[in-house]
């Protein structure tokens, strides 16, 4: 009994974590050529392209899930209360499409950021080792431990963002713009 209450005023006493942006975890900052990364790879049917609506002021979570026969999410993106300013009224309107055969997404939007929205993807279900990437990484679990969120900065590169695991098979990043995002582990 003495035990357990030791346990609960240890465990009380600690200040909780607060919640912030994303910790880098991959790459230093610069953006890498495409050529020195493999991109995730992603089977089966593609999640549908998405269009949301909805207030400035309200925010949005919006879950794209892939389609039948699992439903199992693919990307969650959420967007705070005010992250966007509207470039007509106070409506936003975010439309999302998914990549054919990666796990990546583009984003686009003609609001304006003012700070940055979370995308999480989640790659468990259909998870996918690209081509050649068994040279560096002999297993899933290596390959997944290298997974990083990058954003397409143009045609050849990808910038890796600041992202955190917030649990298995996810990997959460920062959205500060519209883009391309994608997952992917350095060559």
């Given at each position: 009994?003495?035990?357990?209450?030791?346990?609960?005023?240890?465990?009380?006493?600690?200040?909780?974590?607060?919640?912030?942006?994303?910790?880098?975890?991959?790459?230093?900052?610069?953006?890498?050529?495409?050529?020195?990364?493999?991109?995730?790879?992603?089977?089966?049917?593609?999640?549908?392209?998405?269009?949301?609506?909805?207030?400035?002021?309200?925010?949005?979570?919006?879950?794209?899930?892939?389609?039948?026969?699992?439903?199992?999410?693919?990307?969650?993106?959420?967007?705070?209360?005010?992250i966007l300013t509207?470039?007509?009224?106070?409506?936003?309107?975010?439309?999302?499409?998914?990549?054919?055969?990666?796990?990546?997404?583009?984003?686009?939007?003609?609001?304006?950021?003012?700070?940055?929205?979370?995308?999480?993807?989640?790659?468990?279900?259909?998870?996918?080792?690209?081509?050649?990437?068994?040279?560096?990484y002999p297993?899933?679990?290596?390959?997944?431990?290298?997974?990083?969120?990058?954003?397409?900065?143009?045609?050849?590169?990808?910038?890796?963002?600041?992202?955190?695991?917030?649990?298995?098979?996810?990997?959460?990043?920062?959205?500060?713009?519209?883009?391309?995002?994608?997952?992917?582990?350095?060559?």
């Amino acid at each position: 009994m003495l035990s357990v209450a030791l346990l609960t005023a240890c465990a009380t006493s600690a200040p909780l974590p607060q919640p912030g942006a994303p910790l880098p975890t991959v790459g230093n900052g610069s953006a890498v050529a495409l050529t020195e990364v493999w991109l995730l790879d992603r089977l089966g049917p593609s999640p549908t392209d998405t269009v949301v609506r909805f207030s400035a002021a309200t925010g949005r979570t919006i879950v794209i899930r892939h389609p039948r026969p699992d439903h199992a999410v693919f990307a969650i993106l959420t967007f705070p209360p005010g992250i966007l300013t509207a470039a007509q009224g106070d409506s936003i309107t975010v439309r999302v499409r998914p990549l054919p055969g990666r796990y990546g997404m583009a984003i686009d939007t003609d609001d304006t950021f003012v700070g940055f929205a979370l995308g999480t993807f989640s790659y468990a279900a259909h998870f996918s080792a690209p081509t050649g990437s068994t040279a560096r990484y002999p297993t899933s679990a290596r390959l997944e431990a290298a997974l990083g969120a990058a954003r397409l900065t143009d045609t050849t590169k990808v910038l890796f963002l600041p992202s955190e695991r917030p649990a298995g098979d996810m990997l959460r990043f920062a959205i500060a713009r519209a883009g391309t995002y994608l997952l992917a582990a350095p060559r």
